[in-house]
C-alpha cells in the first residue's frame, strides 16, 4: 500500500515537473512512458486488491451498493470541475 501510494504521489505531483524538458527527446520519452506504465502498474494493483474491502465497506455501512457511491463521486467530481 505505501508503495502504491508513493507511486501515485510521484505520478501526480512530480512526474511531469521533474521530466518536462525530457519529454520533447523521442529517445527519452520511451524511459519515460515505461515509468509511466510501472507507476501506473503499482497503483492499479493495490487498488485492485482493496476493492473487495471497499465494497464489504460500503455494504457494511449503509447496506448500499458500491454502485450508488460510485455515482456520487464521479458526479461531485465532475461539478467539482467545471467552472
Do not use: C, W
Not at 51 to 57: K, M, S
Not at 60 to 65: A, R
Amino acid at each position: 500500500m505505501a508503495t502504491a501510494l508513493k507511486a501515485r504521489n510521484k505520478l501526480v505531483h512530480r512526474f511531469l515537473i521533474d521530466n518536462i524538458e525530457r519529454f520533447v527527446d523521442a529517445q527519452e520519452r520511451v524511459p519515460l512512458v515505461k515509468e509511466i506504465r510501472e507507476l501506473r502498474g503499482q497503483i492499479r494493483a493495490s487498488h485492485k486488491s482493496l476493492d473487495p474491502l471497499v465494497i464489504l465497506l460500503s455494504k457494511s455501512v449503509e447496506n448500499e451498493p458500491i454502485e450508488m457511491y460510485s455515482k456520487e463521486a464521479k458526479a461531485a467530481f465532475i461539478s467539482s470541475t467545471e467552472a
